[in-house]
């Protein structure tokens, strides 16, 4: 993709559980929305064999992009929450093996909060193979100079608690003084 705001991603006509998602999108919308099916067809478009070449060069988690799609909840990847942060850290530094100016679209994409003071980068997720269902919500704050990056887990029994992801996470950063 050479713009995230702009190359439109095409709707495969199935409609999927976030209402949102059931439209073209762009990169920037399909990462906000979660749109899990344009990355699961994005995903089987490059294949197997370059998605684990990435992953491997990413140091991301078991680098194993094989199995049922989509591959990163229902297929063999494994990461845990330790190297997600050490993904993202590398991300945030500009350590990452593509260019600076991809890193720094994604950067722009995943703000979901920001004041004078503060911004807040994140990216939720959710599983629903395990029972209960896995909730998940990875970022970090960048605040003063200072950068904290989190990881957090949560089991997810019905739909509404999806939104308890985002108010646990600020309420451990407002307790650590992450946020204000």
């Not at 976030?18 to 089987?44: E, H, W, Y």
């Amino acid at each position: 993709m050479k713009d995230a705001h702009k190359d439109v991603l095409s709707w495969n006509g199935v409609e999927w559980i976030v209402p949102a998602c059931n439209a073209d999108q762009t990169l920037a919308t399909a990462l906000t929305r979660s749109c899990m099916p344009i990355f699961a067809d994005l995903g089987k478009r490059i294949g197997d064999t370059r998605l684990n070449a990435s992953l491997s060069a990413f140091g991301y988690g078991n680098h194993d992009a094989s199995g049922a799609y989509p591959y990163w909840i229902q297929g063999n990847l494994r990461v845990s929450a330790l190297q997600q942060i050490d993904f993202l850290d590398r991300l945030r530094r500009d350590a990452l093996p593509v260019s600076p100016a991809h890193m720094q679209a994604v950067r722009d994409i995943l703000i979901i909060e920001q004041d004078n003071d503060y911004v807040l980068r994140a990216k939720t997720g959710w599983a629903d193979s395990p029972d209960p269902d896995v909730g998940w919500i990875i970022g970090w704050v960048e605040r003063g100079g200072n950068a904290y990056l989190f990881a957090l887990n949560i089991d997810i029994a019905e739909r509404a608690h999806a939104d308890a992801r985002l108010k646990i996470a600020k309420a451990v950063l407002k307790d650590l003084g992450a946020l204000p």
